[in-house]
């Protein structure tokens, strides 16, 4: 068998969730252009005398919606993930991870829920946080491996999904 690099687990909850989102949402160009679109409407909002009152009232309103929008959503998607799935509401994800893949198991109430194997170069991506890795098996989906139990060498393991992945592996934070 390979070597064992590395071995984590991770609880599934709300925050857990929320991270991820926020992650996906903010980092995405989409979120981005709908921030910037919020601020010119407000400062339009503001300083635009040409308007009637009323449709100034109204573009300030939209920018204001939109960036509460874009603070809510992460937190009622993660809500509604943990209200619709029977196995990632709080389960634990047990991970090892070798030098070409990653096994998975997910645990709740003591009973193995599922088991999977993932090598490394069918992942979509994998970005490296502070506190979370995320190995993506779509553009959208990953599992979700956090920092705070980690058992084994995490240099090595960054290495090798650094020569695996190449432009694949993203590392978003400073070492």
Known sequence: ????????KSKYDLKVLIDFNRYNL???????????????????????????????????LVGVVWIVELLVLPKLNAKKVLKSSK?????????????????????????????GELNYKDLYKVVDLKEYIYLYIASNQAFICSKDNLDGNYNELSEVLKSTLGK???IKYRR
């Open 26 to 60: 903010y980092s995405s160009l989409q979120a981005r252009i709908v921030t910037i679109l919020s601020i010119i409407l407000i400062i339009f909002g503001i300083i635009s005398s040409d308007f009637s009152i009323g449709l100034r009232i109204l573009t300030v």
């Open 1 to 8: 068998m390979d070597k064992l690099i590395l071995k984590a």
């Open 168 to 170: 694949k592996y993203k």
């Open 87 to 115: 196995i990632s509401s709080e389960a634990d994800v047990e991970f090892e991870f070798y030098e070409d893949k990653v096994l998975t198991k997910t645990i709740k109430d003591e009973k193995e829920m599922a088991r």
